[in-house]
């Protein structure tokens, strides 16, 4: 009976011993079988060297020589393909020169003007009627709201400060956020004036070319030629809505803006019906806006500008092969900015003036469109006066002085992609223009067309990218697009098919 218990026994632990060796054995196979596949793959595989690393025949010397080569060859093929791609992300564009001008159409500039007497008396006796303002106060009203609605960075100080102003402005209730509007809506859009005399309108010949009314740094002023979209109009920054529709303009053939070609010689436009005896005029690029610092003077003649051009266009599928910062440069509507929908140089260093002044004086002036989620503070007329006049030069030439006389910049604003320089050969004032068109204007007139223009190309594609990856992996590894396809083929189905035990 116990004897027979002791055989039991002994056959259990021989059975267990024998499991227990079968099992060491499965899993010593494991590696091996791996390592018989790797060997496998480098036999087989499309990297010329591998194949020596695992030929039976050679001696260890050479292995090793071709695994220090292998390293070699790998180590440059990354340093090469590295410098491809940051090739493709940073210099992958350029600017060429073309001379072909016979064929080419060039945008005459833009003209801002902006009137000098900026209220409509009309507009003005109706809104003191309908909130009770008489006698005296109207008159101290009307030179404040005239002062503010003519104030920019250069005469900040000039706006009238007086404790009758506060007690108007406690009376009616007018917050600084509703400065621009009160300004808007007192001031008449003399684009649509009925009279033709004293309607600001753009004129070549018989032909009518756009002209609008914009908010500029410099408040409401009018902008003609350009090839900006309606959304750089003032009702569509200080409410959000399109300009009305201009059944004056549409009278006559009307050009968005006028272009000219070598084949011209002299192409011009005139724009007038200013009723203001005077006037503030900024020549720009019809792809710009105007920049505050940068105006031909304060008129009461006309101006007669003869500018030169130099364009700088794109080629048509550099927006599509490039992002903003491989090309460094912006299209209109490609606008990262918080405060303005659209993009161009000016209008962004005219976000970081806004932020330089929000920065220095804790909120922004009353021209800046304000409709954004979270609008900043604008500014009342006191701190206009108080803070403003310190910082001039800070905030024309955006720079900001931290500690002793270092001055640094304040922001990058990228270039327009698509621009024209403009340069001024002369700028004459157009005598009797009064008489001879009842009222004040810009003339524009170019005599000389450019024979050269730049053009931004793209040298370095996506595609050029792929062949100089490919070629180099190529010239250091001998790998192609099929090698890749079979490291993951050997690695996929044939591992399924040699764990199942088909061999090769
Ligand atoms: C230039 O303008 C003319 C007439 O205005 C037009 O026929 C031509 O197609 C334009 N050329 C280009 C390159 O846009
Ligand atoms: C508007 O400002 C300009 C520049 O400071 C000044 O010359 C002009 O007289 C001002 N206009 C009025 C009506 O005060
Ligand atoms: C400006 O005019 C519009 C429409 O006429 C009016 O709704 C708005 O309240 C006015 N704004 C101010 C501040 O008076
Ligand atoms: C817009 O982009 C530029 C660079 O592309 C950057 O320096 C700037 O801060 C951006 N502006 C905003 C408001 O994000």
């Known amino acids: 009976m116990y004897q027979n218990i002791e055989n039991i026994t002994r056959d259990i632990v021989r059975i267990n011993q024998t499991l227990l ?28 060297g591998f194949r020596y690393l695992v030929k039976a025949m050679l001696v260890v010397f050479e292995k090793f020589l ?11 093929c990354i340093v090469v393909c590295l410098s491809s791609i940051d090739r493709y992300y940073t210099k992958s564009t350029h600017i060429g020169l073309e001379r072909n001008y016979y064929f080419w159409n060039t945008t005459l500039p833009s003209v801002t003007i902006c009137p000098m007497h900026r209220l409509d008396s009309a507009l003005f006796a109706d809104y003191c009627r309908k909130n009770g303002i008489k006698g005296t106060q109207k008159t101290v009203f009307w030179d404040f709201l005239e002062n503010l609605a003519n104030s920019t960075y250069i005469n900040f100080q000039n706006i009238p400060e007086s404790d009758q102003i506060d007690q108007i402005i406690k009376d009616i209730g007018l917050k600084p956020e509703h400065y621009m509007d009160v300004i808007y809506n007192l001031t008449f859009d003399s684009t649509y004036d009925p009279f033709e005399q004293n309607r600001t309108r753009c004129v070549d010949g018989q032909t009518y070319i756009h002209v609008r009314q ?18 750089y109009s003032s009702r569509y920054l200080i409410f959000g809505k399109y300009p009305e529709f201009n059944k004056y303009e549409h009278q006559r053939k009307l050009l968005p803006h006028v272009e000219g070609s070598f084949f011209v010689p002299d192409v011009e436009y005139t724009v007038v019906g200013f009723t203001s005896p005077a006037i503030d ?51 209109h509507h490609e606008s990262n900015l918080t405060h303005f929908p659209f993009y161009t140089r000016n209008v962004c260093m005219q976000e970081c003036r806004l932020n330089l002044a929000y920065k220095l004086c804790k909120c922004i002036p009353h021209f800046y469109p304000n409709r954004i989620t979270n609008p900043k503070k604008v500014c009342d007329y006191k701190t206009l ?13 955006l720079y900001e002085k931290n500690g002793s006389d270092k001055k640094t910049r304040v922001c990058y604003c990228e270039q327009n992609c698509i621009d024209s320089v403009v340069t001024m050969r002369t700028a004459l004032p157009l005598l009797d ?21 730049l053009k931004r190309q ?22 192609s697009v099929l090698g890749l396809v079979e490291v993951l083929y050997f690695f996929t189905i044939r591992l399924i098919w040699q764990s199942l035990g088909y061999t090769l």
């Not at 914009?214 to 959304?231: D, P, Q, S």
């Not at 008489?435 to 223009?453: A, F, M, T, Y």
């Not at 180099?472 to 590894?477: K, N, V």
């Open 385 to 397: 006066r108080s803070c403003f006049p310190r910082y001039t030069s800070n905030f024309l030439q």
């Open 66 to 76: 071709w695994l220090v080569l292998l390293f070699v060859s790998i180590y440059f």
């Open 433 to 453: 223009s009064k008489e001879l068109l009842q009222s004040i204007g810009c003339k524009v007139s170019v005599k000389r067309w450019p024979q050269n223009r």
């Open 214 to 231: 914009v908010l500029t740094e410099y408040g409401l002023c009018y902008l003609g030629n350009t090839r900006l979209g309606l959304m």
């Open 281 to 331: 005029s900024y020549i720009h690029s019809a792809y710009e806006v105007m920049k505050v610092d940068a105006n031909f003077g304060y008129t009461s003649d006309g101006m007669v500008f003869d500018p030169y051009l130099e364009e700088i266009t794109a080629e048509d599928n550099l927006e599509r092969h490039t992002t903003v910062s491989m090309r460094k440069c912006r299209f």
């Open 21 to 48: 060796l079968a099992k060491h054995a499965r899993y010593r196979r494991w590696p091996r079988s791996i390592i018989h596949f790797i060997a496998l793959y480098f036999n087989n595989c499309c990297i010329h």
């Open 458 to 479: 793209v040298i370095f594609s996506l595609t050029d990218l792929l062949v100089s990856i490919g070629g180099t992996a190529g010239l250091f590894l001998g790998f």
